[in-house]
T-cell receptor, first 115, second 114 residues
């Protein structure tokens, strides 16, 4: 298994543009998480899916952020319009059985730079 | 509310010196704590969990409920230990929820000087 796969690895865009980040979780994992990593705030949970259904999106910073999971093998995180303060590394992670072991499997992250 | 505090953003130690990465938590229930590590150009991955009481790569961490701490320790640091370390707490998504989340600290960057 290749693990959690994220794309793109790097994205540089201009303020106001739409950004779409993609994630393929590990097959068989029922839970998918989107995190944002910054120097100031560390790792923040943005949204959390169980069986493709969003469970909690209280961490999504603003209405400019949206996330979908149309099927068990694909999720997107969209920012529209993007702003410089959105610059961060965005991680997708998946797990099985509701964090029963406390182990999340992370992707390599998508580094977003908004100019 | 559950909270994880890692007071040091950066910790530099010499090779062979002891290492202690601090982690304190705030949680009203029975805590489950973990350490995650991110080596350069690698994925964030689980290092150890307190329930297992294991030693991984020479690292250990003891849960101290009285001090609400879960410090990560290693007696002799190696250059390959240089990485970003995150302490994490497993707790319910919200009070009474049947679903869980991991709350991470802000991380400590460990630099081992040759």
């Amino acid at each position: 298994d290749a693990g959690v796969i994220q794309s793109p690895r790097h994205e540089v865009t201009e303020m106001g543009q739409e950004v779409t980040l993609r994630c393929k979780p590990i097959s068989g994992h029922d839970y998918l998480f989107w995190y944002r990593q910054t120097m100031m705030r560390g790792l923040e949970l943005l949204i959390y899916f169980n069986n493709n259904v969003p469970i909690d999106d209280s961490g999504m910073p603003e209405d400019r952020f949206s996330a979908k999971m149309p099927n068990a093998s694909f999720s997107t995180l969209k920012i529209q319009p993007s702003e410089p303060r959105d610059s961060a590394v965005y991680f997708c992670a998946s797990s099985s059985r509701d964090l029963n072991t406390g182990e999340l499997f992370f992707g390599e992250g998508s580094r977003l730079t908004v100019l | 509310a559950q909270r994880v505090t890692q007071p040091e953003k950066l910790l530099s130690v010499f090779k062979g010196a002891p290492v202690e990465l601090k982690c304190n938590y705030s949680y009203s229930g029975s805590p489950e704590l973990f350490w995650y590590v991110q080596y350069s150009r690698q994925r964030l991955q689980l290092l150890l969990r307190h329930i297992s009481r294991e030693s991984i790569k020479g690292f250990t961490a003891d849960l101290n409920k009285g001090e609400t701490s879960f410090h990560l320790k290693k007696p002799f640091a190696q250059e390959e230990d240089s990485a970003m370390y995150y302490c994490a707490l497993k707790g319910p998504l919200y009070s009474g929820a049947g679903s869980y989340q991991l709350t991470f600290g802000k991380g400590t960057k460990l630099s081992v000087i040759p």
